[in-house]
């Protein structure tokens, strides 16, 4: 079946409803599923009492309005059969076995699959819900008459689609979720992967607040998605004002919310990713061990549901660059803490290792960047002096005058031991011991100046000189290795890329930088130049912020520019990371990754197949590169992401990419 990627869209909806007037409400909600065929809806629920209304009071009492809810509630599960093609969900009285319940019904495609009273009824303050019904524990029988055959009734049910395994719908009104265990707890830990909630619960100052806590708490304790359908402004206002607030929620994030206060019918609609609970459910073994303590027998009911057509457009936001946060509060935010998380797990190892002083590599790009002033202010944490830093710029044949620059105008501002140490003549040394003539160029007789010069004047097609390259990078982690403790200044997508050279910048004593995305890093250094420098150090370091990424191993040009760009050859690093994200955090396929990249809003616009070609890049990457990440020195997780041998990531470092690959489009088979 064509699941959309896994996606199963969903609705929160709310009548125009007209207290104790079954039929007027029942037309309204017809018309509302018809509106949810529209848009290629699979689940829409209804809230608490949607039928007959919430605040019907002691009319629900009377023999006439139990049973004209039942009658509509039969005509509607009649009519929607060729209106709607997914499940629905309503809530009415029903009266079973001399009681009555507060419930839920579930139908699809003219049929009723089962009935769900309400575990948890309150009965303080405004609440009244135990004056009327019974809880579900008090009910007798397990099967209800709706017409002339019976129907599943109780707590104890799932409703399994057969042709959508990962979509199992779990039922619970308004209270329940107020309640310490909740009955959604029990039926996640039961297989259930999509939550739905009947809710009338009104509207006091702050509890739209709470209650969008409580959804998205539930959500993520659960590992699934929650569909909270509250009752709108149409119930009665006598004491109580209601809002409508239709809240969508998925692993602890809340992916739609309505607006409150609206009048008329609400709909509210997005689109749940099942494949996310799935691969965390996978993950967690402390979900899958709460089984032994709460499993509970439940019966499944099962459907098979046909997925309405619809566009290809996605119902929910896809985030470009899922590391950084768009709300500038929060970006400010999750800055300041990843920031003290490397300053504190820094602080740590070198207490530990008796605060010796510090050897750092200070390129005048980013990543060092970070590090060198994460490196400061640990340092001054500790209350050591900042002279323990010995800091070095080691300029090479790529070098170019601005980086160099930066380096020393930020060593300068920052107050540590600062020198510089030019490695091209130890380079053209080992280059000749080897035997190696870099980029086909002789090196007898040759100067470090001469060579630099022919170097510069090398024509584009002939910048490719992998040896040439690693020297240089090997010659620094050499010369900071024999200088004491190395701070590490790699980050995360360099790292998924393998965009290190083996022993050289991948090595060092403890990494700072190791899980931080390249995305990320240019904001944590902005962020910290604006929150915790001045002065010459701030000027420099918004300077750095805003230089092209390069790892300067190459030549420059002849005008002494950057002629080795990085994302010329890994991918632009928003591309890098946002592969990185849902192919690591959620273990999505390649196909759903390039549907995801074709919804988000990246710096630039990319064809489809630039965004193909890029992810065959950072697959191919990715899998040919996981030896150099089996021995990463030390460093802080910060994120959801990481890959630490020792942590969150274990793979063979001779894994093959070959599934991955052809799941791009089917052609690539090396």
Sequence with gaps: M??????????????????????????????????????????????????????????FHSTTLPHAA??????????????????????????????????????????????????????????????????????????????????????????????????????????????????????????????????????????????????????????????????????????????GHHLIAENGTIVAEAPRFRPGNQFLVADLDLDRFRHDRMQSNTFNDARRDFAEPFRRVPFGLEVSPREPKLLRAVDAHPFVPKDPATLKDRCDEIFHTQLAGLAKRLHHAGTPAVSIGVSGGLDSTL?????????????????????????????????????HALMT??????????????????????????????????????????????????????????????????????????????DL??????????????????????????????????????????????RTLLDIAATPVSPELLPTSATGEIAQATEATVGPYELVDFFLYHTLRWGADPAKVLFLASHAKFGRDYTPAEVRDWLRVFLKRFFANQFKRSCLPDGPKVGSVSLSPRGDWRMPSDAVAAAWLVGIDGKDKD
């Design 371 to 407: 590090a060198l002033i994460v490196t400061c202010k640990t340092m001054d944490a500790l209350g050591v002096p900042r002279d323990r830093v010995k800091a070095v710029t080691m300029p090479g044949f790529g070098t170019t005058s601005r980086t160099k620059g930066n380096a």
């Design 70 to 243: 039942a009658i509509e509630l039969h005509q509607l599960v009649t009519q929607a059969r060729g209106v709607f093609r997914g499940v629905a969900v309503v809530g009415l009285p029903v009266a079973v076995d001399g009681q009555l319940f507060n419930a839920a019904a579930v139908f699809h495609a003219g049929d009723l699959l089962g009935v769900v009273p309400k575990s948890y009824l309150p009965n303080y303050k405004e609440f009244y819900d135990a004056r009327y019904y019974s809880p579900a524990a008090n009910a007798v029988s397990r099967e209800v008459r709706f017409g002339s055959r019976p129907v599943p009734f109780g707590t104890d049910l799932l409703f399994a689609c057969s042709n959508l395994p990962d979509f199992v719908l779990g039922v619970e009104i308004c209270e329940d979720l107020w309640a310490p265990v909740p009955p959604s707890s029990v039926q996640a830990l039961a297989g259930a992967t999509v939550l739905a909630n009947l809710s009338a619960s009104n509207e006091v100052i702050g509890k739209g607040g709470y209650r969008r806590e409580l959804v998205g708490g539930q959500s993520g304790r659960c590992l699934a998605g929650y569909v909270y359908a509250a009752a709108g402004v149409g119930e009665s206002t006598t004491d109580l004002v209601f809002g």
């Design 413 to 490: 501002a920052l107050g540590i031991s600062a020198r510089e140490a030019d490695i091209r003549a130890i380079c053209l040394d080992q280059m000749k011991a080897l035997g190696h003539s870099p980029f086909g160029l002789p090196l007898d007789g040759e100067s470090v100046e001469s060579l630099s010069e022919k170097l510069r004047h090398l024509p584009a097609d002939r910048r490719n000189d992998l040896v040439f390259e690693n020297v240089q990078a090997r010659v620094r982690t050499s010369l900071l290795m024999n200088s004491g403790f190395v701070i590490g200044t790699g």
């Design 493 to 538: 997508s360099e790292l998924a890329l393998g965009w290190t050279t083996y022993n050289a910048d991948h090595m060092s004593m403890y990494n700072p930088n190791v899980s931080i995305p390249k995305t990320l890093v240019k904001f944590l250094v902005t962020w910290a130049a604006e929150n915790e420098f001045d002065g010459d150090a701030r």
């Design 2 to 59: 064509h699941t959309h990627h896994g996606f199963l869209r969903v609705a929160a909806a709310s009548t125009d409803l007209r207290v104790a007037d079954p039929a007027f409400n029942a037309a309204r909600t017809l018309e509302l599923l018809a509106d949810a065929e529209k848009q290629g809806v699979n689940l829409a629920v209804f809230p608490e009492m949607g039928l007959t209304g919430y605040t019907c009071g002691d009319l």
